[in-house]
Nanobody
Framework: QVQLVESGGGLVQAGGSLRLSCAYS????????MGWFRQASANERDFVAA????????SYADSVKGRFTISRDKAMNTMYLQMNSLKPEDAAVYYC?????????????????WGKGTLVTVSS
C-alpha cells in the first residue's frame, strides 16, 4: 500500500523552528525524488523544497532558501524538512510529495503521490 505520512506540524512563534517528517512506504520510493509543498487557505499548492533519490541534490523555493533544509534518511524511509526562522507567511498545510523525476517534482501537476498534509501555524 502506497503511503506518505507527514508529521511534526504544530503551532510555533515567529522566529521559531519546526521539523517536519514524511515516512514513506509501499512503493520503491527509494528511487523517487521527494519534496515538500505547502498550501495556505484556498491558494494553490506551492513548491517548497525537493531532494533527489540519493539525497545528492536539493532544490528550494526562493522564499525559504537559507531557512529551510530538506533531507532524507534512506535507511529509515523518511524525509525531513527542518524549518528555521519561521515567519507568519510560512503558515500552511505542508504536504509530502513523490515523483520519479527530480526535474519534474517542483510542479504540483507532476506529482504522482501525495501525503495528507500536516498543519503549520506561525503566530506573530
Amino acid at each position: 500500500q502506497v503511503q506518505l505520512v507527514e508529521s511534526g506540524g504544530g503551532l510555533v512563534q515567529a522566529g521559531g523552528s519546526l521539523r517536519l517528517s514524511c515516512a514513506y512506504s509501499g512503493r520503491p520510493f527509494s528511487t523517487y525524488a521527494m519534496g515538500w509543498f505547502r498550501q495556505a487557505s484556498a491558494n494553490e499548492r506551492d513548491f517548497v523544497a525537493a531532494i533527489t533519490w540519493d539525497a545528492g541534490v536539493t532544490s528550494y523555493a526562493d522564499s525559504v532558501k537559507g531557512r529551510f533544509t530538506i533531507s532524507r534518511d534512506k535507511a529509515m524511509n523518511t524525509m525531513y524538512l527542518q524549518m528555521n526562522s519561521l515567519k507568519p507567511e510560512d503558515a500552511a498545510v505542508y504536504y509530502c510529495a513523490a515523483n520519479p523525476s527530480f526535474g519534474a517534482i517542483s510542479r504540483s501537476s507532476n506529482i504522482n503521490y501525495w501525503g495528507k498534509g500536516t498543519l503549520v501555524t506561525v503566530s506573530s
